[in-house]
């Protein structure tokens, strides 16, 4: 058996996520950092600076603090601890920690309901969310990105790749492409590409956040992104937090259903915004997208081909259709035969 070598928490981190840099996507590299983070964490406060003194009892502590201090739902635990059980066998293999340690990292089972997230934008409260941007923030930012999000259904990293050139205002069109090339991926690389068909309306939209409100600046790679700051193409974390402000009940005239003073409430901050129970994430908006166009009886395929997502996945983690309404659906069908 190898002698053990010393290896610091952190530099174990930065050696693991190099070596996984050109293997996985982009995102994924960055999932592995954000989920490792904590591990450092509390290394640093157990006052393990050497990972050769990791045992199986002491990983198991650690499974229960990151539950307890973070709040974890056991489908996010299950998911953090995977990465640190690949992150072990990893050092196992540069001689950081004992063989075999990454077997005794308990993996938490998870039900299939558990699994899929029912946090969605209803379409009654995007209606509210875009007539309120509608009127006072016409062709804002927020209104432009959250009209394409909506309406589209697409994931947040496919607004983020969006070019200028791929809306298209005489075909009422968006066309959503992978460019690893100049660092805009999608999440189904080349399959994820499509072509977007909009309504007059949505262009309108589009067409006057192009002409006035939108920043005019190019990327780091001569790119003229669609969606952008001032420093250039708007950054996936911007994103989010544009979405997290935007649909705060208290952001579209809504009474807070927490009863909270917006004066005093932590939530009221725009950099705060995320810590609202109320709001939701673009991938919320993508779930409620998408099942407000399964309710209104568009084909399951065309869906499908729209949003970039299988039937299958569609059924298990973005329909929010009852039994009831399945039922009705099956039955308008059945009828016509």
Same mark, same amino acid.
């Given at each position: 058996?190898?002698?053990?070598?010393?290896?610091?928490?952190?530099?174990?981190?930065?050696?693991?996520?190099?070596?996984?840099?050109?293997?996985?996507?982009?995102?994924?590299?960055?999932?592995? &950092?954000?989920?490792?983070?904590?591990?450092?964490?509390?290394?640093?406060?157990?006052?393990?600076?050497?990972?050769?003194?990791?045992?199986?009892?002491?990983?198991?502590?650690?499974?229960?603090?990151?539950?307890?201090?973070?709040?974890?739902?056991?489908v996010t635990l299950k998911?953090?601890?995977?990465?640190?059980?690949?992150?072990?066998?990893?050092?196992?293999?540069?001689?950081?920690?004992?063989?075999?340690?990454?077997?005794?990292?308990?993996?938490?089972?998870?039900?299939?309901?558990?699994?899929?997230?029912?946090?969605?934008?209803?379409?009654?409260?995007?209606?509210?969310?875009?007539?309120?941007?509608?009127?006072?923030?016409?062709?804002?930012?927020?209104?432009?990105?959250?009209?394409?999000?909506?309406?589209?259904?697409?994931?947040?990293?496919?607004?983020?790749?969006?070019?200028?050139?791929?809306?298209?205002?005489?075909?009422?069109?968006?066309?959503?492409?992978?460019?690893?090339?100049?660092?805009?991926?999608?999440?189904?690389?080349?399959?994820?590409?499509?072509i977007c068909a909009l309504?007059?309306?949505?262009?309108?939209?589009?067409?006057?956040?192009?002409?006035?409100?939108?920043?005019?600046?190019?990327?780091?790679?001569?790119?003229?992104?669609?969606?952008?700051?001032?420093?250039?193409?708007?950054?996936?974390?911007?994103?989010?937090?544009?979405?997290?402000?935007?649909?705060?009940?208290?952001?579209?005239?809504?009474?807070?259903?927490?009863? @909270?003073?917006?004066?005093?409430?932590?939530?009221?901050?725009?950099?705060?915004?995320?810590?609202?129970?109320?709001?939701?994430?673009?991938?919320?908006?993508?779930?409620?997208?998408?099942?407000?166009?399964?309710?209104?009886?568009?084909?399951?395929?065309?869906?499908?081909?729209?949003?970039?997502?299988?039937?299958?996945?569609?059924?298990? &983690?973005?329909?929010?259709?009852?039994?009831?309404?399945?039922?009705?659906? @099956? @039955?308008?069908?059945?009828?016509?035969?």
């Amino acid at each position: 058996m190898a002698e053990l070598e010393h290896l610091s928490p952190a530099k174990a981190k930065e050696m693991f996520l190099a070596q996984r840099e050109d293997e996985v996507a982009e995102k994924t590299h960055q999932i592995y &950092h954000y989920r490792l983070k904590p591990f450092v964490q509390w290394c640093e406060q157990e006052e393990i600076t050497n990972l050769n003194d990791l045992t199986a009892r002491s990983l198991h502590e650690y499974r229960l603090w990151r539950k307890k201090d973070g709040n974890l739902k056991t489908v996010t635990l299950k998911g953090q601890l995977s990465t640190l059980r690949v992150f072990i066998k990893f050092c196992e293999s540069i001689d950081g920690v004992e063989k075999g340690l990454h077997d005794q990292i308990l993996i938490p089972s998870v039900d299939d309901e558990e699994a899929v997230s029912s946090s969605i934008l209803e379409a009654d409260k995007a209606e509210k969310v875009l007539d309120f941007l509608g009127k006072y923030e016409y062709a804002s930012k927020r209104h432009a990105l959250i009209t394409v999000l909506w309406h589209t259904g697409c994931r947040m990293g496919a607004a983020h790749s969006l070019d200028v050139g791929d809306f298209d205002p005489d075909e009422q069109s968006l066309e959503i492409r992978h460019r690893p090339e100049t660092d805009t991926n999608l999440k189904n690389k080349q399959s994820g590409e499509r072509i977007c068909a909009l309504s007059e309306k949505v262009c309108s939209i589009l067409q006057d956040y192009i002409d006035v409100t939108r920043d005019e600046v190019t990327d780091e790679h001569g790119r003229n992104p669609l969606f952008t700051t001032q420093y250039g193409r708007m950054h996936r974390s911007k994103i989010r937090q544009m979405v997290y402000a935007a649909t705060r009940p208290c952001a579209y005239d809504q009474p807070c259903p927490h009863n @909270r003073d917006p004066d005093s409430c932590e939530a009221g901050k725009y950099t705060q915004a995320s810590k609202c129970p109320s709001n939701v994430s673009p991938h919320d908006i993508r779930r409620g997208s998408i099942t407000h166009l399964l309710r209104s009886d568009v084909p399951k395929q065309v869906v499908s081909d729209r949003v970039n997502s299988s039937p299958e996945t569609l059924e298990k &983690h973005y329909s929010q259709l009852t039994e009831e309404e399945k039922m009705e659906q @099956r @039955r308008e069908y059945l009828d016509s035969l």
